[in-house]
Nanobody, 121 residues
Framework: QVRLVESGGGSVQAGGSLRLSCAVS?????MGWFRQAPGQKREGVAV???????FYADPAKGRFTIAWDNSKNTVYMQMNRLKPEDTAMYYC??????????????????WGQGTQVTVSS
């Protein structure tokens, strides 16, 4: 069993930055950040493995950085140069059970409650 608690969302203007945090209890080899905008499907943003290999969706490349601090059992995602299209509920996920697409939310078992990110133009 893995428990996840997100924090760090908020409202910023375009071009601003936010850092999301996900406190983790339990073990998972992969930890990921996903997001869901109103009326849209949940999508992968970034995933990191236990050996600190990151994987990014195209919209996140060059702007977002995922990191895992094992000493604090926390996964972070630094989001820079935010755009209005980044507005969504962001979820932390763990417990990957699939093997086809590391950024596919259907491959993850455990989810946090989500934290809202709103970017205004």
């Amino acid at each position: 069993q893995v428990r996840l608690v997100e924090s760090g969302g908020g409202s910023v203007q375009a071009g601003g930055s936010l850092r999301l945090s996900c406190a983790v209890s339990g073990y998972s080899h992969y930890m990921g950040w996903f997001r869901q905008a109103p009326g849209q499907k949940r999508e992968g943003v970034a995933v990191i493995s236990a050996d600190n290999s990151p994987f990014y969706a195209d919209p996140a490349k060059g702007r977002f950085t995922i990191a895992w601090d094992n000493s604090k059992n926390t996964v972070y995602m630094q989001m820079n140069r935010l755009k209005p299209e980044d507005t969504a509920m962001y979820y932390c996920a763990a417990g990957r059970i699939g093997s086809r697409n590391i950024l596919d939310p259907d491959e993850y078992t455990y989810w946090g409650q989500g934290t809202q990110v709103t970017v205004s133009s």
